[in-house]
């Protein structure tokens, strides 16, 4: 796992209706959010809705988010960007959603699965790096974000952000052959 205290990795993708985003474009005065994830994971399928109204809910108070998408899209086309367009639409997102096609963002970011969730306060040091909550497909646990709302509550608050953190839980992000990071 990615150090706390690590500064945010510097990006520059296209969006799902082909705009560069950048990491040193965006408002980061109040914190940053950069989530790892794929239209087919059924571990982010499972939270999608809670997800989207995270996204809205902490937009609105100031929190910078994106989205990124790093999965091998020759292999899972379920994940390419035109369908990434539909599935922001379908859900609500309230953020960019990034495409990664060389999946090197994923890789400065030690990105390993989906859902995967990195924040960092306002300095642009990682403070989180956790699952959303301890809900997952099939345990019967309600998908509330606790673990991320309490995070990043914390972070807008100017306060520290607890030291115990679970990792996120999901599917491996699919690498293109040959292109597998390294110990």
Not at 45 to 50: K, P, Q
Request: aromatic share 10%; net charge negative.
């Amino acid at each position: 796992m990615r150090e706390l205290g690590t500064p945010a990795p510097a990006f520059a993708l296209a969006d799902t209706e082909g705009n560069a985003v950048r990491l040193d474009a965006l408002d980061t005065s109040r914190g940053l959010l950069v989530i790892f994830l794929c239209n087919h994971c059924p571990f982010v399928i499972h939270l999608r809705e809670e997800l989207a109204r995270f996204s809205r809910e902490y937009s609105e108070r100031g929190l910078a988010i994106v989205g990124i998408n790093s999965n091998d899209v020759a292999n899972y086309p379920d994940d390419a960007p035109e369908r990434m367009r539909e599935e922001k639409q379908q859900h609500g997102y309230a953020f960019p959603y990034l495409f990664d096609e060389t999946q090197q963002v994923a890789k400065s970011y030690a990105a390993a699965c989906t859902p995967d969730f990195f924040l960092y306060d306002a300095n642009l040091e990682l403070v989180y790096r956790g699952q959303f909550d301890d809900s997952r497909p099939d345990n019967g646990k309600p998908v509330t974000g606790a673990d991320l709302r309490a995070a990043a509550d914390a972070v807008l608050a100017g306060e520290a952000v607890a030291a115990e953190q679970r990792p996120s839980l999901g599917c491996n992000i699919k690498w293109k052959p040959g292109n597998e990071p390294t110990a």
